[in-house]
């Protein structure tokens, strides 16, 4: 089985390598690029049969209405909350996604990120640029034997939580629901506020959502004990910036963020002021691998579905 | 039992914490301490029972027979090339080192110095500095995958090669005899010079002696291949500078070092024009922990063969 029409939205050229291309022209007659909120959309959809979205766009009832011969929906990300699955299930269309394409990357990126602050690289590169070869005043921990909290153990959470157990970390967990699995592993489940006073090390691995939304409050703040560092790795509504301001001022934790793209300059320039806050551009997900990945799973995701085996879907 | 004079040499009253000093006047009548190459060493020995040396402080036949009560040689250091230790043990005298106070230390300092580079850390944070929040350009990879290349399997190697298999890596190593048993745990032997061309990333982790010296040469640095990362943990005398500065040259690979301090400041001032070249001061072994090991290993030897039980000897 083949596509006769790929519609696709918000998806660049540049967002695949040609050998995806070729393989993705292989499956379909017709391939029509149109950018975020085109007016050609509702028109282009009536012959779509297989229609590819980028992050965030929006795929309503009206658009599936607007699309009789529609068969498929994949997006070009891991969240499909602008995506109706709901009504597309309804109407028999399965929606995909490609979960877990920078599982790796991320996880792999926390733990980089607390191994820069405890070991102090920058200190150290700066020394020895200044032509001083001399340790003493410096200081340095080991993630070993230090508690280990993870908050949202999905994909990326379980295996920060795995490569924290590599170093021979103490390894526990914050999660809506409990991961017995997991816990045979030597994962222990904590509630929020005993985690947060326990931790060392504190990674955020939760989706943005309404209960999470500044999950890291003036409360949660207050629990964190001296010392620690806190990596988020998600989107910052999950963290109350005044409550967040508030504690770094007792200059006894560090806070590193790399959603900052996502956030007004002001509050930028707040978090600025302050050494212990570790802002990075987003550049936790963006492994080579990471996009071999994603461009592998977006386009076997498709494939599988031609072949009657559909794959990551999420309706 | 304990002892009737302790005699330090080249120990200063920082090095250990109080509760440490505490436990050796616990076990002992009186504590003598020197300085390196005093001319008292020989006087103070006459009625020394335990002979304390620090890091690379000799300790010849002549110390030894100057000293007919001795009982005990401890250092505080894991090296005790200085020591006669064969001497020592044909006069019944043990001597002890504190081996593997700062393999943890190591191990995570050289995963920490590959995943700063290959996370772009440095970039990433000058970025956000500038107020520049956008990854385009950036680029990162993962040590999943990758081939990890261990030369010297002792306690840091072997330690550094379990972190590195918790990433995921293909860890393999190098070492003058085979260790088959962590052969067994998926480590696999390769010859040098297949493994310099195989490796993504070199740690060095033998001892500097006659035979690895200068182990990194012309002739080594011309199979590592393009994009490696090669990280030296152990003195730059296992290094042929001239070598190492012609690779350089080429940009397509980075060497991290850290035994800075025993370099000369011409011979770092040449490696300082390359960026591909990165310096560090010796932060390598200087974590917290390490120190705690390194004060309670000293001590406990001591105890230990107050005993009966000697621990750590090295003859």
């Not at 409050?217 to 806190?230: C, L, R, T």
Request: charged share 30%.
């Amino acid at each position: 089985m083949t596509f006769n029409k790929i519609l696709l939205v918000n998806i660049k050229e540049t967002d695949l390598d040609k050998k995806y291309w070729d393989k993705i022209d292989s499956v379909s007659k017709k391939k029509v690029f149109l950018p975020k909120d085109s007016p050609q959309i509702i028109q282009e959809l009536k012959d779509t049969d297989c229609l590819l979205v980028g992050f965030a766009i929006p795929v309503t009832k009206e658009h599936i209405d607007s699309a009789p011969n529609l068969k498929y929906i994949g997006t070009l990300a891991v969240a499909y909350h602008k995506i109706d699955i709901q009504y597309a299930k309804k109407k028999g269309i399965p929606v995909t996604n490609i979960a877990g394409y920078c599982t790796e990357s991320v996880a792999e990126f926390i733990i980089t990120a607390i191994l820069n602050e405890i070991r102090q690289l920058d200190e150290g590169k700066e020394r020895s640029r200044n032509k001083n070869y001399d340790f003493v005043g410096m200081s340095a921990s080991e993630i070993k034997g230090k508690v280990f909290g993870i908050f949202g153990l999905g994909n990326i959470g379980t295996r920060t939580a795995e490569l924290a157990q590599g170093f021979g970390a103490d390894v526990r967990y914050w999660n809506r629901t409990r991961k017995k699995d997991y816990e045979a592993k030597g994962i222990k489940y904590e509630d929020k506020s005993v985690l947060l006073k326990n931790a060392d090390f504190i990674s955020i691995n939760f989706a943005h959502t309404p209960e999470t939304d500044k999950f890291l409050d003036e409360d949660a703040f207050s629990k964190i004990k001296s010392g620690a560092i806190v990596v988020n790795t998600v989107p910052m509504e999950t963290t109350d910036l005044v409550a967040l301001e508030n504690r770094l001022k007792k200059n006894d934790m560090i806070f590193i963020l790399d959603h900052s793209d996502e956030m007004k300059q002001e509050e930028l320039n707040i978090l600025h002021k302050y050494k212990n806050c570790i802002i990075y551009p987003p550049i936790a997900f963006i492994s080579k691998e990471a996009r071999v990945n994603k461009q592998n799973l977006f386009v076997e995701n498709i494939e599988n579905f031609l072949k009657g085996k559909p794959t990551n879907v999420v309706n």
